[in-house]
């Protein structure tokens, strides 16, 4: 997810409870083959640590030229697959052609298919099940027909963006569709799943290989986590929530330090600042915060608090709320 899912975020749900497979934000091909002094740069977006591998890195843009030149360029940096966003359905970026746009340009996705396959990794495709409709039959086969190794499909067509309740039927559809065509790729569903048992049962209901969890784990960032931890977390006290924020601050600072603006990370702070009493003033304390020490101070300072509530109603151990450090 834009803005989102980068190497620490990714790095957070991972320490939580690992999905299978991760996947970077969107990039086009002309920053993933962008230069810097001449040489090849390295993009935010395409920073990441080992322990996120198996790591898919997700492409978009309209050039076959480049994509062949992104996926070369992908597999030389470690990156265990190529996925190519033909379900973004912004307006500016569909009207142009690309992301959801392609589902109108059949033979150009197909071009781009074919040219990210040039990379040598595995390539899937991730979309929408058609443009002003479900149009499921037409453009899933179509995709499928092109060899890819998988296909995530996102149960709304471009034109709801994000409105109405995914359709989970024509995402069943996409998998009975890839069955009767014999084709080897997996068919993965995407859309408003929000825990792991969620996903099992998605699975089984609609014949599928996979689910796609995007915003899910900013309710659970142990959506993934398997046996007792699974779908805690949006119970968990308000010393687990703060111990799993200062983990992601903590990283967010080493890894990108000035180089990227703190102000950014307070997108996070609803995630872990809810469902405890007084998350509400601590998270206005927190939005008023400008640096990662002021931060820092502000969490010390109502950790102490709780602490000092602890003794006064007979000790309760922290030692048994950590999360993770
Ligand atoms: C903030 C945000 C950023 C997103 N960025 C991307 C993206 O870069 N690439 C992509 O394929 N989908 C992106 N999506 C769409 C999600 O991957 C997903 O398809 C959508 O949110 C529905 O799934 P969910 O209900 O599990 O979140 C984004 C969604 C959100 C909310």
Redesign the pocket.
């Known amino acids: 997810?834009?803005?989102?899912t980068d190497t620490v975020f990714r790095r957070i749900v991972g320490l939580c409870g690992r999905p299978d497979l991760f996947?970077t934000?969107?990039i086009h091909t002309d920053v993933v083959l962008a230069k810097r002094r001449g040489r090849p740069g390295v993009t935010p977006r395409l920073v990441y640590s080992p322990q996120e591998l198996p790591l898919v890195a997700?492409i978009w843009g309209n050039d076959p030229s480049a994509y062949a030149r992104a996926a070369k360029r992908l597999a030389s940096m470690g990156f265990s697959g190529v996925?190519i966003?033909m379900?973004?359905p912004v307006r500016k970026i569909r009207k142009k052609g690309a992301c959801a746009g392609l589902i109108r340009r059949p033979a150009l996705a197909a071009e781009l298919i074919a040219a990210a396959k040039e990379g040598g990794l595995p390539v899937s495709v991730?979309t929408r099940t058609g443009y002003d409709r479900h149009d499921t039959e037409r453009w899933v086969a179509h995709l499928l027909l092109q060899g890819i190794d998988a296909l995530t499909v996102?149960g709304r067509y471009a034109e709801q963006e994000?409105d109405e309740p995914?359709n989970w039927n024509e995402i069943g559809r996409a998998a009975a569709i890839a069955r009767e065509l014999g084709v080897e790729t997996a068919v993965v569903g995407?859309?408003?799943?929000t825990s792991r048992a969620e996903i099992a049962e998605r699975c089984r209901a609609y014949g599928l290989d996979g689910v796609?969890?995007?915003?899910?784990v900013f309710v659970d960032p142990y959506l993934f986590a398997a046996g007792e931890r699974a779908g805690t977390f949006p119970r968990a006290d308000a010393a687990q929530k703060l111990d799993l924020l200062q983990a992601h601050l903590r990283l967010y600072r080493d890894v990108w330090g000035a180089t990227r603006n703190y102000e950014i990370l307070k997108k996070f702070y609803k995630i872990y600042l809810t469902g405890f009493p007084a998350a509400e003033s601590l998270r206005a304390r927190l939005n008023a915060t400008h640096d990662y020490e002021a931060a820092e101070a502000v969490i010390a300072d109502f950790l102490r608090g709780i602490g000092e509530c602890d003794v006064a109603a007979g000790g309760a151990s922290r030692a048994e709320t950590k999360v993770l450090r």
């Open positions: 997810m834009e803005d989102v996947f934000e969107f997700q996925d966003n379900g973004c991730k996102h994000s995914a995407n859309g408003d799943v796609m969890v995007g915003r899910g």
